[in-house]
C-alpha cells in the first residue's frame, strides 16, 4: 500500500508491504524485501516499512535462542545496504538484534547505506500463542544507547556504530516514530510518548494472527491511538501461514485523527501485497465486515495453500465420513480451489507456477475449483458394516459437489483381521454392546475401527498419485476433528484425527454448522444442506435391525454441542476452575436448577480431565477459536489430572446445599459411581 501525505507543505509518500515471508527462509525473503523495495521507490515512496520480524519470519521460535538466525539476519541487511538501486528511500527492517548479551526484536532503519538506529520492541507479547519473553528481552532504557555493529557491517561503509532504543527520527518534512506489534496493545504505548514529542506518524510493524473476529480489536486500537494524539498511524501486519500453525491475514492500513484513510485487503494469494493504493487522505473509508462463514472460508484456506505449496507435496488426502466435520474439511479445500482459480483468472502467475508446481503438469492451467480439485485433492469413503447408505451417498455426492478423485472402500476385512489376531493370542473374542458385550469390548471393537481408518488414510495418501499419474509422490492427510471434540476428549487417540494437518481443528462444531450451510449456498453444493440436517454420528457401533443409525455423538458425550462450547470459553477465555465455572453459569442458566448446572459442570471436567492427554498429540491446526485446547503451543496444561477434582467438587457442593437449601449433607462419590468414572478411565484411548 502506498499513501501520500502532505507535512509542512510538502508530499510525503509511505509505502506498507505485507508479505508472505517463511520462518527461516532467508534468501525467500530476501527476496520478497527487495522486490517490494523496488516496487515501493517504482511509485515515489520515500519510506518502507514491512511485519514483524519480516527478515527471518516471525515463527522462527527456538531458533531466535541460535546465534545463526541473527548472524543471517544480519546478512540480509548487508545485501539490502549494498545494494545501490535501494537507495533514497528509507527502510524500515524487521529483525532480532543481540545487544550487551541480550537478544531484542527490533526495527532496524536503513537509508543510503547507513544505519539510522535500531528501535526495539518495549513491550513482550507472552500470552495465548506468544511466547516472546523465550527469546527476547524487553527494552526497558528511556534514553538510547550505542550499538556495535557487527564487523562485516561496520567495514561497508566505515559505520562502526549506531543508536538503539526508543526515538524520533527527523526528516527534511517530518518527525515520525515506530513501534511494535504489543506496543500497541498495551496501557502504556510508546506512540503516546512519541506523539507528545512531536511525532507526527508513527508507523506499526506487527505479527498479529488471526483467529475469528480479531481484526475488529486491530481496527479499535489503531484508530485510538491516531484519535487521542492526532496523527497518522500506520499498521502493517504479517501476511501467510509463517510455517506454524497461525495465519497472518495481512491488512494493512493507516488512520489520521481516528479515521480509517487507506486500507489494503485481508486474505490475498500474492506474494507481495496487492497494487499500492493513492488515496486522499481526506476522504474516510469503511472496513468491510466479515461473517464467521466468511472468515472460516477464508483464513484456512489460504493456511492450507500456503502450507500445500511449500510442503513440495502433490495435494491433499481426506477420509470423507458424510458428516459434518469432513464435510468441512472438503469444503474448505473447495474454497482454497476456489480462490486459487480466481487468482489465477487475474493473471496471478506466481499462483500458476505454484499450482503447476503442485500438480506435477507444467502446461497445466485450470479451468475452475472442480478442475483443480481432481487433480490434487482425495477422498474416500472408508466404510465397515456399521457404516449407512445415508452416510455413504453423502460423501460421494459431496465428492462430486467438490470434484475430489473419490473411491469408496469396505475396510471390514483389515479390521476383522486385527481383531481376530486378538482372538489368537488371548483366546477371548470382544463384542459389541448391542451383542451383550461389556462396555470396555464396545469401545475397544469401536477404537480398533478408528484407527484402521488412520492407517488406511495414510496408505492411500502414500500411493494415490503414484497409482493414477506414475508419479512417485504423496499427499498430505487431512485431520477433520473440531475444538470442541478435543476439549471434551471425544476422539479416539491415534484414529483419523490424527493426520499431517487440520484446517478444521479450531472451530466450533457449532461455527462448522453454519459454515457448510454457507458454502451449500456459496458454490452450491446442495448435498450439504441434507449433511446440516444428520445428527453427527461416529458409526462406529452395529446399525439397528432396520439399518438405522443408534449411536449419536451428543448422546454418547452427554452434552450438547452448544455447551461445550460454553464450557471451553469460560475455561481459557474467562480462566475458570470449576468451581467459578460452576458459581457463572449457576445465574446464567436459570432454566436449571443449582444440582443440575453443578451435574454438568462436574462431568464436563471429568470427561476433561480424563482425556486431556489426547490434546498433547492433536494434529496440527489453524488457530481460529480463543478457546483451543491446543497443548503444543496455546493451552499448557498438564495432561494427568485427578478426574475426581475431589476439594473442587466439595466446594461446588456446598453452594449446592447453600442454594437449595439442603438439609442432608452432600454424599461424597460411592463405590458405584468410581467404579462408574473409572470405566471411562479405560474409555480415554
Not at 19 to 45: P, Y
Not at 225 to 236: D, H, I, P, R
Not at 643 to 661: L, T
Request: proline share 3%; net charge negative.
Amino acid at each position: 500500500m502506498l499513501i501520500e501525505m502532505t507535512c509542512n507543505s510538502s508530499i510525503v509518500s509511505i509505502a506498507a508491504t505485507s508479505l508472505n515471508q517463511w520462518a527461516m527462509d532467508f534468501e525467500g525473503n530476501l527476496d520478497r524485501i527487495r522486490k517490494s523495495i523496488l516496487e515501493a521507490k517504482s511509485r515515489g515512496a520515500r519510506y518502507r516499512f514491512g511485519a514483524e520480524l519480516e527478515i527471518c519470519g516471525y515463527g522462527c521460535y527456538d531458533h531466535y535462542l541460535e546465534s545463526d538466525t541473527v548472524l543471517h539476519a544480519w546478512e540480509v541487511v548487508l545485501e539490502l545496504i549494498q545494494d545501490k538501486q535501494l537507495f533514497d528511500i528509507i527502510l524500515d527492517l524487521g529483525m532480532p538484534v543481540k545487544h550487551k548479551g541480550c537478544l531484542y526484536n527490533c526495527k532496524v532503519l536503513v537509508l543510503n547505506g547507513k544505519i539510522l538506529g535500531i528501535v526495539p520492541k518495549k513491550n513482550m507479547a507472552n500470552d495465548g500463542n506468544y511466547r516472546e519473553m523465550r527469546y527476547f528481552v524487553s527494552w526497558k532504557g528511556v534514553r538510547s544507547d550505542v550499538f556495535m555493529l557487527p564487523e562485516f557491517i561496520a567495514s561497508v561503509y566505515e559505520q562502526a556504530s549506531c543508536d538503539i532504543g526508543v526515538m524520533l527520527f527527523r526528516t527534511a518534512e517530518t518527525m515520525f516514530g515506530v513501534e511494535i506489534c504489543e506496543d500497541m496493545w498495551t496501557m502504556k504505548n510508546p506512540h503516546v510518548d512519541l506523539f507528545l514529542q512531536g511525532a507526527e506518524l508513527i508507523f506499526n510493524s506487527s505479527a498479529s494472527h488471526f483467529s475469528l473476529k480479531k481484526y475488529w480489536d486491530r481496527r479499535l486500537l489503531t484508530s485510538s491511538a491516531s484519535l487521542k494524539a492526532g496523527g497518522l498511524y500506520g499498521f502493517c501486519n504479517a501476511h501467510g501461514c509463517d510455517a506454524d500453525r497461525h495465519y497472518y491475514e495481512g491488512e494493512t492500513f493507516f488512520t489520521l485523527n481516528g479515521q480509517t484513510i487507506a486500507k489494503d485487503e485481508m486474505f490475498y494469494f500474492s506474494l507481495q501485497p496487492p497494487n499500492p493504493l493513492r488515496v486522499t487522505l481526506s476522504a474516510p473509508i469503511k472496513h468491510e465486515e466479515w461473517t464467521t462463514e466468511e472468515e472460516i472460508s477464508a483464513a484456512p484456506a489460504m493456511w492450507l495453500w500456503d502450507y500445500l505449496r511449500r510442503s513440495g507435496l502433490a495435494g491433499f488426502f481426506l477420509p470423507l465420513s458424510g458428516g459434518i466435520d469432513s464435510g468441512s474439511v472438503a469444503c474448505v479445500v473447495a474454497f482454497m480451489c476456489d480462490r486459487v482459480c480466481n487468482e489465477v483468472e487475474r493473471g496471478n502467475e506466481q499462483v500458476l507456477r505454484d499450482v503447476r508446481k503442485v500438480v506435477g503438469d507444467s502446461q497445466y492451467r485450470p479451468e475452475n475449483r472442480r478442475d483443480l480439485a481432481a487433480k490434487l485433492f482425495y477422498t474416500c469413503y472408508l466404510s465397515t458394516e456399521n457404516s449407512s447408505d445415508f452416510t455413504r451417498n453423502c460423501a460421494a455426492k459431496l465428492a462430486e459437489g467438490v470434484g475430489s478423485t473419490h473411491r469408496s472402500v469396505a475396510i471390514d476385512l483389515a479390521v476383522n483381521a486385527v481383531v481376530k489376531v486378538f482372538q489368537a493370542a488371548t483366546g477371548f473374542m470382544p463384542r459389541f454392546r448391542i451383542n451383550h458385550g461389556s462396555a470396555v469390548e464396545n469401545l475397544a471393537l469401536q477404537n480398533v475401527q478408528a484407527r484402521v481408518r488412520m492407517v488406511m488414510s495414510y496408505l492411500f495418501a502414500q500411493l494415490s498419485v503414484y497409482v493414477a499419474t506414475g508419479s512417485e509422490r504423496s499427499l498430505l492427510v487431512l485431520g477433520s476433528g473440531n475444538v470442541d471434540e478435543a476439549l471434551r476428549g471425544y476422539l479416539t487417540k491415534y484414529d483419523c484425527s490424527s493426520a499431517d494437518v487440520n484446517p478444521i481443528g479450531g472451530i466450533s462444531k457449532t461455527d462448522l454448522r453454519k459454515f457448510i450451510l454457507y458454502t451449500a449456498d456459496k458454490l452450491d453444493v446442495p448435498i450439504l444442506k441434507e449433511i446440516y440436517k444428520a445428527p453427527p454420528t461416529a458409526e462406529l457401533e452395529p446399525l439397528s435391525r432396520e439399518g438405522e443409525i443408534q449411536q449419536t455423538d451428543e448422546e454418547d458425550m452427554g452434552m450438547t454441542y452448544d455447551e461445550l462450547s460454553v464450557y471451553g470459553k469460560l475455561r481459557k477465555m474467562h480462566k475458570c476452575g470449576p468451581y467459578s465455572m460452576y458459581v457463572r453459569l449457576v445465574n446464567v442458566w436459570a432454566h436449571l436448577t443449582p444440582s443440575e448446572v453443578a451435574q454438568k459442570v462436574k462431568h464436563f471436567f471429568r470427561m476433561y480431565a480424563i482425556n486431556r492427554h489426547k490434546q498433547t498429540v492433536l494434529t496440527p491446526s489453524v488457530h481460529m477459536e480463543n478457546y483451543s485446547p491446543d497443548d503444543n503451543r496455546f493451552d499448557l496444561r498438564q495432561f494427568l489430572y485427578n478426574f475426581r477434582w475431589p476439594w473442587q467438587f466439595a466446594a461446588i457442593d456446598r453452594h449446592v446445599k447453600a442454594n437449595e437449601g439442603l438439609l442432608e449433607q452432600t454424599k461424597p462419590l460411592t463405590d458405584q459411581k468410581e467404579f462408574s468414572y473409572s470405566s471411562h478411565v479405560v474409555q480415554t484411548h
